[in-house]
């Protein structure tokens, strides 16, 4: 109940004395954390390491582009266009690598986001790298921006926060209903034994679609978001890195398989990135990449520290010392 | 016509390349079962000291070839010490992820200190030779690329005379097999996986060491010749040493042969799309032993 006060609240100091910056801070962190719920879907419940879910992202962010673009589609119609053409592509691309396992998965993923950078560098319909501009219709209130995603100058930051928070509490009510479902079960009945599954009847690799496409919608909508916030779409800023390497971090560091994992970790990674931005500014280390070596050496520690079982950081015995009750879990080798 | 045999030629020789390339992910995944999201990282990190070496002691990258091997092997034995020894024995999903924290860890350490900018070496033996070329009916064979190729193959016949020829390499693959039972028989395992991993750290070393007279140097050179590796070791049936060679020629053909006919854009996306087919339609891969 706390928490939903202050996520209500938490721009309007902001909106107040102006620090518009920090409104862009709190959209970021809902959007990382959504997309962390969306990577928890495939890489926590059902074990399959994703490295290119940015594909979908890409595609969404398209799809309500050339939508706005050509059909002048709402920005609410494009985003529910968006998540329906990743979903249908997702399903496509993902069935046929479903037969590959563990590092197999993964590096096909990997190959799929090679493959779509060429493509959208050069595809002519999405206008290659010179990119799609989404026209611009600033609306006259807040309210009214709510409906098209476009907002009167100064209250940008304040609508995106809201427009952000509303899809986040959407994807995060949407991720609890599947983990609570017959989904949610069969996900992690393949991720913990893909044969002993099988043996009961689950088709892993209809489920493993399924959880990938759960994953893809979440990931378009995100997508949508962001192409509006930033009424453009590049394939470079599209298909970055970083829409892979966040989601996943907050996923791992908030801890992998929880429902509000993603959200504990994008709490505490955006911030830090955004401070390491802010500070490094114009000094010379500056895009030098210092928050993805930090990332990097934080990947490397968790999974040495705890090479089996979900990764996380160690909150239950952090909060067990916290708590005065001594190391709530000893960690095992 | 021309254009084909061309385009066949150069392949060939970039296939070679690429073999040196992949035979060290070969001994690491395909032979020791473990995942190296890094493995190009390495590679990155071989054309990076050979330019630095060139740029600011005037070495010929092609003398830089042993010591960076040497500083490679020790650095794989390091990689595999302090972070893949732990997570071996856990889920396929740590090991991943670790190689992944890997990954953007040595990149991004080497934007830090080199910055993103793309580099070149200006003067070296090879690149002294480019105008050569030898004539072989109405195909034209550069020659810096075919000596670096040949370089590629020595270093790659003596790796696999290394591999299955001496007892190192016969522990090795007894490794492999069955860990349990080469234990018993006095491999040490772990010795055997830290070897591993050192000398496929210095072989793609030693291959971004030939490959910095063509390409040019940056920290994002990795990534694409990390799934480029991956599609040869999938296509060469997963630790066959030589199957790892046919593989490495036949991904050098389809990447030149697509570039020949369609946008250069495209010429990874094919090699990308045939690990996906291959994975699908020869588990075992096309050369695989089995």
Redesign the interface.
């Known amino acids: 109940m706390a928490a939903a006060l202050v996520a209500v609240l938490y721009p309007l100091p902001f909106q107040q004395s102006g620090y518009i910056y920090y409104e862009t801070v709190g959209f970021l962190v809902l959007l990382t954390a959504m997309l962390g719920i969306g990577w928890n879907v495939i890489g926590g419940w059902a074990g399959q390491f994703d490295f290119g879910p940015n594909i979908f992202f890409a595609t969404g962010a398209y799809t309500a582009a050339l939508l706005a673009i050509h059909f002048e589609w709402n920005a609410w119609l494009g985003l529910l266009g968006g998540m329906a053409v990743s979903v249908v592509i997702c399903a496509a691309v993902t069935y046929p690598i479903t037969r590959l396992r563990g590092h197999y998965f993964a590096i096909a993923t990997v190959a799929m986001w090679m493959i779509a950078q060429p493509i959208g560098a050069t595809w002519e319909l999405i206008n290659g790298s010179r990119g799609l501009f989404i026209p611009v219709s600033p609306s006259e209130t807040l309210l009214e921006g709510m409906l098209t995603m476009q907002f009167p100058g100064r209250g940008k930051g304040l609508g995106f926060y809201y427009l952000a928070l509303i899809v986040f509490v959407l994807t995060l009510l949407g991720a609890r209903a599947v983990e609570r479902s017959k989904w949610g079960f069969y996900f992690r009945a393949v991720r913990d034994d893909q044969d002993g599954a099988e043996g009961i009847g689950i088709d892993s690799r209809l489920y493993k679609v399924v959880a990938r496409c759960v994953m893809a919608a979440v990931f378009a909508a995100g997508g949508v978001l962001y192409s509006f916030w930033a009424l453009a779409v590049f394939p470079d800023q599209v298909l970055e890195v970083n829409w892979n390497i966040l989601p996943m971090m907050a996923a791992v560091v908030g801890g992998l398989g929880r429902l509000w994992g993603p959200v504990v970790g994008a709490i505490i990674l955006i911030p830090i990135s955004q401070l390491m931005t802010a500070t490094l500014g114009a000094g010379p280390l500056a895009g030098r990449g210092i928050d993805l070596i930090i990332y990097g050496t934080i990947i490397m520690v968790i999974a040495g520290g705890r090479p089996n079982g979900l990764l996380s950081l160690p909150w239950a015995r952090w909060a067990g010392r916290l708590a005065g009750r001594g190391p709530g879990e000893p960690a095992r080798g | 016509m021309t254009l084909l045999l061309q385009a066949v030629a150069d392949g060939l020789q970039m296939g070679l390349l690429y073999a040196l390339v992949a035979v060290g992910l070969t001994i690491i ?1 395909g032979l020791m079962e473990m ?1 190296n ?1 890094a493995h190009g990282e390495f590679m990155m990190l071989g054309m990076f000291g050979a330019w630095g070496l060139s740029v600011s002691l005037g070495w010929d990258p092609l003398i830089t070839m042993v010591p960076l091997a040497v500083v490679m092997y020790g650095a794989g034995v390091l990689v595999y010490r ?2 893949m020894q ?13 190689t ?10 080497v ?2 200190i080199f ?1 993103s900018d793309y580099r070149f070496i200006h003067q070296s033996l090879l690149t002294g030779l480019s105008g050569a070329n030898l004539t072989l009916g109405p195909v034209r064979i550069g020659v810096p690329l075919l000596v670096g190729g040949l370089i590629a193959l020595a270093v790659f016949l003596a790796l696999y005379l290394l591999i299955d020829r001496t007892d190192f390499g016969l522990a090795l693959q007894a490794t492999s097999e069955d860990r349990d039972a080469a234990m018993l028989v006095g491999i040490r395992p772990q010795r055997m996986y830290a070897v591993a991993w050192g000398l496929g750290t210095a072989l793609v070393a030693v291959a971004g060491v030939i490959l910095v007279n063509f390409f040019a140097v940056y920290p994002q050179a990795g ?2 010749f ?2 480029l590796a ?2 040869i070791v ?1 296509l060469g049936g997963f630790g066959s040493i030589l199957g790892t060679l046919m593989a490495a020629l036949v991904v050098g053909v389809v990447q030149s042969v697509t570039a020949a006919y369609l ?1 250069p ?2 010429k ?2 094919f090699v ?2 045939s ?2 087919l291959i ?2 339609f020869r ?1 075992r891969g096309l050369f695989g032993r089995f």
């Open positions: 995944w995942s999201f302090l972070l732990r997570v071996q024995r856990g889920e396929i999903f740590t090991q991943i992820f670790a992944v924290g890997l990954f953007f860890f040595v990149q991004n350490g934007v830090a910055t990534l694409s990390t799934v991956y599609a999938a946008p854009a495209f990874d996306a990308f799309a690990y996906i994975g699908l588990p």
